[in-house]
C-alpha cells in the first residue's frame, strides 16, 4: 500500500522535545520530509506511526490535507454534447 | 439529560423579541475539554464551573441576563451541552472569548461525484466546432488579456464551455455548434476592467464583448463603509497574510515574510504565480496609494508580513504549510494573522495551531467560505478564530457586472446592502465584511474580485485600526491578550440588520 503524509504537531510548551521527535524519526516505516520546532511531516504508513503517536504525550496527528484556493468565478462543469445541434 | 426546550424563548426571558429560534451547542474552553485546559481565561472557568449543575437556566454576565440552558456536562468544570438563542450565543462569545461554542452537528455519509460523465461528454466536446469571440475594452476597443470567458448554454446544469483571451483578446469556446444560443456568458478580466455578465444573447465567430474599465476612484463597498483612512490608521499593528503571497507593488510596503511550502526557498514570500489573491488580500489591509494611480486599504500604517503557504503555481495549500505560516508568523510577533483560505475537514493539527496562535496573543482572521449559504468552513468555523462573512452593497459596482448575480436576502435595515449570495453563514459568524466587487492590487495592476477571501482582509484591517494605539497591545502575549483584542474588536461592530448568522456582531466600524 502506497504511504501517505502525515503532521505530528506538538501541543506542549515550547519545542517538540527531542526525544520524541528521535522516536519518530527511528520508526522504520516511516521517513521526516520536513521538520518545524513543534511539528514533523512524516511519510508513512498510517498504522505504525498511529500506534507510536499513542505512546508520546501531547501529540496529535493528523493526514497531511489541501486547501484549494477560494474562488467565487462561475465554472462551466461540463460541455455541451455536440450530437444535440 | 433532560427534556429538550420547547423551540422558543418568550419575550419575558428575552426582552429584545417575541419569540426566538433556540439551538443547541457545545461550550467549551478554547482549548481542551475542561475549565484547567490551558488558554481558558479566569472568567471562563469561572463561568464553566458556575452552569456546573445540569438543568440550570440563565447566567448573568456583566449584569447582563443571558438565557440559556444547561442540558449535560461531562464534568462540574469540563464542556457543557446547552441550549440558547443566538442572541445568547453572540453575548457569551463577545464577553467570553476564551469560550468556544461549538453547533451540535450532525454528519451524513459523503457520496461521490459521477466523474466520468463529464469525461465521456470532454471527449465528445473535443470534436466539436469552435467559436471564436474577442474580449475588447468598451473606450479603446483594445485586446483585453488574460481575461476568463465562461459561457454557459445550459446555466442550471453547468453546461457550456470556457477559455483565456489571447494577446488579440481573442478567446476559442466550444459550445457545440457553429452558433451558439448562450444563456449566460462572464468575462472575468485579470486587472484594469470591471467583470461582466450578459444573459440571452447568440455568439459566433467574430462577436465581440466590451469591458468596461476599472476607475480606482470608483467608491466600491470597501471604500464605501471605510472611505480612504490616513495613511497613519493601524500603525502599531502587525499583520500577517497566509496565501498565495504577496507581489512587490507600488501601493504596499512589505515588511517581510516566510514561505512555509515545502522543497520551496523559505524567502520567496512573493506572488506565487497563480492570480494575485493574497496580493489582492493584502491591499485591502494595507494599500497606501491614492487614485487615480492607486487604491487605499482599510489600514494602511500596519506592518504588513507575507506568508506564503500555496506552492509555486498552484492553487492549493499543504495544512502542514499552513500550520507552519502560523507558528511562524507568532514567533514574527504577528498581532493578527489573515487567512482568506478554508474548506475541506476539520484538520485536529491546523486546528491546534490556530489555538497556540491565540494562547501566544496572536488572532486568527478567517473566511467563512463561498459555499452559497453552506455551514462555516473549517478552520474559521473554530472556536478560537474569528469567522467573517461577506456582504455587499448595490450601487457599488456596474449593473453590467457579474456581481450582479451576488445579490440575494437577506437585506440589511438599508435595503441596499445585502449578505453575497456565495458567503457561507451560521452560528460560528463573528463579524461581516464587504466582499463583493472590491478594488485591489493585484501582481499587474489592480482588479476587483469578490469572496468571503475579500470581506475577511476588510475586517482584519478594522481590526488593526481598533487596536492601534490600544492598550491591549501592550499586554504580555498570551491568551487573555488575545481575548482583549476580540472584545476590542467586536465592541466596534454595528449590526447591518442581517442577523446574527449572518453577520455575528455586524461590520466591525473602528473611529
Given at each position: 500500500m502506497a504511504r501517505s503524509r502525515f503532521i505530528l504537531r506538538y501541543r506542549?510548551?515550547?519545542?517538540?522535545p527531542d526525544a520524541d521527535v528521535a522516536r519518530v524519526a527511528g520508526l522504520t516505516e516511516a521517513a521526516v520530509v520536513e521538520s518545524a520546532p513543534r511539528m514533523l511531516l512524516v511519510e508513512s504508513d498510517r498504522a505504525p506511526l498511529e500506534a507510536l503517536v499513542d505512546t508520546l504525550e501531547e501529540w496529535v496527528m493528523a493526514p497531511e490535507q489541501a486547501f484549494p484556493l477560494p474562488d467565487v468565478r462561475r465554472r462551466a462543469e461540463r460541455p455541451p454534447d455536440p450530437d444535440r445541434h | 439529560m433532560r427534556d429538550s426546550l420547547p423551540t422558543t424563548f418568550s419575550k419575558k426571558e428575552f426582552p429584545m423579541a417575541k419569540a426566538i429560534k433556540v439551538e443547541q451547542y457545545v461550550l467549551l474552553?478554547?482549548?481542551?475539554?475542561?475549565?484547567?485546559?490551558?488558554?481558558?481565561?479566569t472568567e471562563a472557568q469561572a463561568f464553566l464551573r458556575s452552569t456546573e449543575t445540569s438543568g440550570a437556566e440563565g447566567v448573568t454576565l456583566e449584569g447582563r441576563q443571558v438565557p440559556m440552558r444547561v442540558i449535560d456536562s461531562i464534568s462540574p468544570d469540563g464542556a457543557k451541552l446547552v441550549e440558547l438563542p443566538s442572541q445568547s450565543m453572540l453575548a457569551i462569545r463577545s464577553l467570553l472569548p476564551s469560550l468556544r461554542l461549538v453547533p451540535v452537528r450532525y454528519y451524513t455519509p459523503a457520496t461521490a461525484p459521477l466523474m466520468e460523465v463529464a469525461t465521456q461528454a470532454a471527449r465528445a466536446a473535443a470534436t466539436a466546432p469552435t467559436i471564436t469571440i474577442k474580449v475588447l475594452s468598451k473606450a479603446g476597443k483594445k485586446p483585453v488579456v488574460g481575461a476568463i470567458v465562461v459561457a454557459f448554454t445550459d446555466a442550471e446544469n453547468g453546461v457550456g464551455a470556457q477559455g483565456v483571451s489571447d494577446s488579440e483578446g481573442k478567446v476559442e469556446l466550444r459550445l457545440g455548434s457553429a452558433c451558439a444560443e448562450v444563456q449566460a456568458l462572464y468575462v472575468y478580466p485579470a486587472d484594469a476592467y470591471w467583470t461582466l455578465r450578459k444573459r440571452n444573447l447568440t455568439i459566433k465567430t467574430g462577436t465581440v464583448v466590451s469591458l468596461l474599465p476599472l476607475d480606482l476612484g470608483y467608491t466600491d463597498a470597501l471604500r464605501f463603509f471605510y472611505c480612504n483612512p490616513e495613511l497613519a490608521v493601524g500603525t502599531g499593528v502587525t499583520v500577517g497574510v497566509l496565501d498565495t503571497g504577496i507581489a512587490n507593488h507600488p501601493d504596499l510596503v512589505i515588511d517581510g515574510g516566510a514561505n512555509t511550502v515545502?522543497?520551496?526557498?523559505?524567502?520567496?514570500?512573493?506572488?506565487?504565480?497563480?492570480?494575485?489573491h493574497g496580493t489582492h488580500v493584502a491591499g485591502i489591509i494595507a494599500a497606501r496609494g491614492e487614485a487615480p494611480t492607486g487604491v487605499r486599504g482599510v489600514a494602511p500604517g500596519v506592518t504588513l508580513r507575507a506568508y506564503r503557504v500555496?506552492?509555486?503555481?498552484?492553487g492549493s495549500a499543504s495544512s502542514f504549510a499552513i500550520a507552519k505560516a502560523i507558528d511562524q508568523a507568532v514567533l514574527d510577533k504577528c498581532d493578527l494573522l489573515n487567512m482568506s483560505l478554508g474548506g475541506g475537514s476539520p484538520d485536529p493539527v491546523l486546528a491546534a495551531a490556530i489555538e497556540d496562535a491565540r494562547a501566544d496573543g496572536t488572532l486568527c482572521i478567517i473566511a467563512a467560505g463561498n459555499g452559497g449559504r453552506q455551514p462555516v468552513s473549517f478552520p474559521a468555523l473554530l472556536g478560537s478564530a474569528v469567522a467573517v462573512s461577506a456582504f455587499g452593497r448595490k450601487?457599488?459596482?456596474?449593473?453590467?457586472?457579474?456581481?450582479?448575480?451576488?445579490?440575494?436576502?437577506?437585506?440589511?435595515?438599508?435595503?441596499?446592502n445585502f449578505v453575497a449570495d456565495f458567503s457561507n453563514v451560521g452560528p460560528e459568524i463573528d463579524l461581516t465584511g464587504p466582499g463583493v466587487a472590491i478594488i485591489s492590487t493585484v501582481p499587474t495592476g489592480h482588479t476587483e474580485i469578490s469572496g468571503t477571501s475579500m470581506a475577511c482582509p476588510a475586517v482584519t484591517g478594522a481590526a488593526a485600526a481598533a487596536l492601534a494605539g490600544s492598550d491591549v497591545l501592550k499586554q504580555k502575549r498570551d491568551g487573555a491578550r488575545s481575548d482583549a483584542m476580540v472584545k476590542a474588536l467586536l465592541a466596534t461592530a454595528t449590526p447591518l440588520g442581517f442577523g446574527p448568522p449572518f453577520e455575528g456582531h455586524g461590520l466591525p466600524m473602528p473611529e
Amino acid at each position: 500500500m502506497a504511504r501517505s503524509r502525515f503532521i505530528l504537531r506538538y501541543r506542549g510548551q515550547g519545542s517538540a522535545p527531542d526525544a520524541d521527535v528521535a522516536r519518530v524519526a527511528g520508526l522504520t516505516e516511516a521517513a521526516v520530509v520536513e521538520s518545524a520546532p513543534r511539528m514533523l511531516l512524516v511519510e508513512s504508513d498510517r498504522a505504525p506511526l498511529e500506534a507510536l503517536v499513542d505512546t508520546l504525550e501531547e501529540w496529535v496527528m493528523a493526514p497531511e490535507q489541501a486547501f484549494p484556493l477560494p474562488d467565487v468565478r462561475r465554472r462551466a462543469e461540463r460541455p455541451p454534447d455536440p450530437d444535440r445541434h | 439529560m433532560r427534556d429538550s426546550l420547547p423551540t422558543t424563548f418568550s419575550k419575558k426571558e428575552f426582552p429584545m423579541a417575541k419569540a426566538i429560534k433556540v439551538e443547541q451547542y457545545v461550550l467549551l474552553p478554547a482549548r481542551g475539554l475542561r475549565a484547567k485546559s490551558r488558554g481558558a481565561g479566569t472568567e471562563a472557568q469561572a463561568f464553566l464551573r458556575s452552569t456546573e449543575t445540569s438543568g440550570a437556566e440563565g447566567v448573568t454576565l456583566e449584569g447582563r441576563q443571558v438565557p440559556m440552558r444547561v442540558i449535560d456536562s461531562i464534568s462540574p468544570d469540563g464542556a457543557k451541552l446547552v441550549e440558547l438563542p443566538s442572541q445568547s450565543m453572540l453575548a457569551i462569545r463577545s464577553l467570553l472569548p476564551s469560550l468556544r461554542l461549538v453547533p451540535v452537528r450532525y454528519y451524513t455519509p459523503a457520496t461521490a461525484p459521477l466523474m466520468e460523465v463529464a469525461t465521456q461528454a470532454a471527449r465528445a466536446a473535443a470534436t466539436a466546432p469552435t467559436i471564436t469571440i474577442k474580449v475588447l475594452s468598451k473606450a479603446g476597443k483594445k485586446p483585453v488579456v488574460g481575461a476568463i470567458v465562461v459561457a454557459f448554454t445550459d446555466a442550471e446544469n453547468g453546461v457550456g464551455a470556457q477559455g483565456v483571451s489571447d494577446s488579440e483578446g481573442k478567446v476559442e469556446l466550444r459550445l457545440g455548434s457553429a452558433c451558439a444560443e448562450v444563456q449566460a456568458l462572464y468575462v472575468y478580466p485579470a486587472d484594469a476592467y470591471w467583470t461582466l455578465r450578459k444573459r440571452n444573447l447568440t455568439i459566433k465567430t467574430g462577436t465581440v464583448v466590451s469591458l468596461l474599465p476599472l476607475d480606482l476612484g470608483y467608491t466600491d463597498a470597501l471604500r464605501f463603509f471605510y472611505c480612504n483612512p490616513e495613511l497613519a490608521v493601524g500603525t502599531g499593528v502587525t499583520v500577517g497574510v497566509l496565501d498565495t503571497g504577496i507581489a512587490n507593488h507600488p501601493d504596499l510596503v512589505i515588511d517581510g515574510g516566510a514561505n512555509t511550502v515545502t522543497g520551496e526557498d523559505p524567502k520567496d514570500f512573493g506572488d506565487n504565480g497563480k492570480g494575485g489573491h493574497g496580493t489582492h488580500v493584502a491591499g485591502i489591509i494595507a494599500a497606501r496609494g491614492e487614485a487615480p494611480t492607486g487604491v487605499r486599504g482599510v489600514a494602511p500604517g500596519v506592518t504588513l508580513r507575507a506568508y506564503r503557504v500555496f506552492a509555486r503555481n498552484s492553487g492549493s495549500a499543504s495544512s502542514f504549510a499552513i500550520a507552519k505560516a502560523i507558528d511562524q508568523a507568532v514567533l514574527d510577533k504577528c498581532d493578527l494573522l489573515n487567512m482568506s483560505l478554508g474548506g475541506g475537514s476539520p484538520d485536529p493539527v491546523l486546528a491546534a495551531a490556530i489555538e497556540d496562535a491565540r494562547a501566544d496573543g496572536t488572532l486568527c482572521i478567517i473566511a467563512a467560505g463561498n459555499g452559497g449559504r453552506q455551514p462555516v468552513s473549517f478552520p474559521a468555523l473554530l472556536g478560537s478564530a474569528v469567522a467573517v462573512s461577506a456582504f455587499g452593497r448595490k450601487g457599488t459596482f456596474p449593473t453590467s457586472a457579474a456581481e450582479v448575480e451576488n445579490i440575494a436576502s437577506p437585506y440589511g435595515t438599508d435595503k441596499k446592502n445585502f449578505v453575497a449570495d456565495f458567503s457561507n453563514v451560521g452560528p460560528e459568524i463573528d463579524l461581516t465584511g464587504p466582499g463583493v466587487a472590491i478594488i485591489s492590487t493585484v501582481p499587474t495592476g489592480h482588479t476587483e474580485i469578490s469572496g468571503t477571501s475579500m470581506a475577511c482582509p476588510a475586517v482584519t484591517g478594522a481590526a488593526a485600526a481598533a487596536l492601534a494605539g490600544s492598550d491591549v497591545l501592550k499586554q504580555k502575549r498570551d491568551g487573555a491578550r488575545s481575548d482583549a483584542m476580540v472584545k476590542a474588536l467586536l465592541a466596534t461592530a454595528t449590526p447591518l440588520g442581517f442577523g446574527p448568522p449572518f453577520e455575528g456582531h455586524g461590520l466591525p466600524m473602528p473611529e
